[in-house]
């Protein structure tokens, strides 16, 4: 019920794997093991969707695994967590309406000047 994404240590850290925002739709939470200092731990974390531990450390992930497994009300409020995020931050109109806000933020500071 949950998903694993995983790169080797210091591989991750400019990375985000196309298959995050697929689990996250599926309302599935994240358990990753990546460079803590990376996108996709930033993205987890502002979302609430899983557990971040360091690439290559196998207990942290065990018990990840361990923690989801023996919680299922965390691990069905981190996937509705992941899937909210996706639909407010990651959708053709959610990215739509952030450009429409920029281009009216230029906008209005061309009329200030």
Known sequence: NASIVSCKQGVGAGALPSKTLSIMSAQR?????FDINSE???????????????????NALTQAILTLYNNKKLELEMGLNAR??????????????????????????????
């Open 29 to 33: 939470p994240i358990i990753s093991s």
């Open 40 to 58: 996709l731990t930033t993205i987890i974390q502002k979302a609430q969707c899983g557990i971040c531990c360091d690439a290559d450390d196998d």
């Open 84 to 113: 909210k995020y996706v639909l407010e931050h990651f959708t053709s109109e959610s990215q739509t309406q952030k450009y429409v806000d920029i281009v009216n933020d230029v906008l209005r500071y061309q009329t200030n000047l």
